[in-house]
């Protein structure tokens, strides 16, 4: 059973940078791709971004494009949320997610298997 463990969250200003972590239990899993979700009170579950752990391709959600980075660490299994010029808009629970679908499936909440906890990011002055 892979497990996922967020890290990193807390209460920034406007147009400051906070660095989200999530460590993977197990790698030799059938996880193909590892993703980051935020839920705001309210709202639906919403894709953020992605990678392909096998060889680190990413994919960005239009809004968050060009601010937030994706990343991973293939030796010590964890991969990372950099997020940079951050706006209240961010604020959510972010949720890391393992999963071990096809690439289509990969930018919906349901085509994951693997949940974290969640950390919680607020973005306020």
């Known amino acids: 059973q892979v497990q996922l463990v967020e890290s990193g969250g807390g209460l920034v200003r406007p147009g400051e940078s906070l660095r989200l972590s999530c460590a993977v239990s197990?790698?030799?899993?059938?996880?193909?791709?590892l993703g980051w979700f935020r839920q705001a009170p309210e709202k639906e579950r919403e894709f953020v971004a992605a990678?392909?752990?096998?060889?680190?391709?990413?994919y960005y959600s239009d809004s968050v494009k060009g601010r937030f980075t994706i990343s991973r660490d293939k030796v010590k299994n964890i991969m990372y949320l950099q997020m940079a010029t951050l706006e209240p808009e961010d604020t959510a629970t972010y949720y890391c997610?393992?999963?071990?679908?096809?690439?289509?499936?990969?930018?919906?909440?349901?085509?994951?298997?693997?949940w974290g906890q969640g950390t919680q990011v607020t973005v306020s002055s």
């Open positions: 197990e790698r030799n899993s059938d996880v193909r791709f």
């Open positions: 990678l392909r752990w096998s060889d680190g391709h990413t």
């Open positions: 997610a393992g999963s071990r679908s096809i690439l289509s499936a990969i930018f919906q909440a349901s085509g994951y298997k693997y």
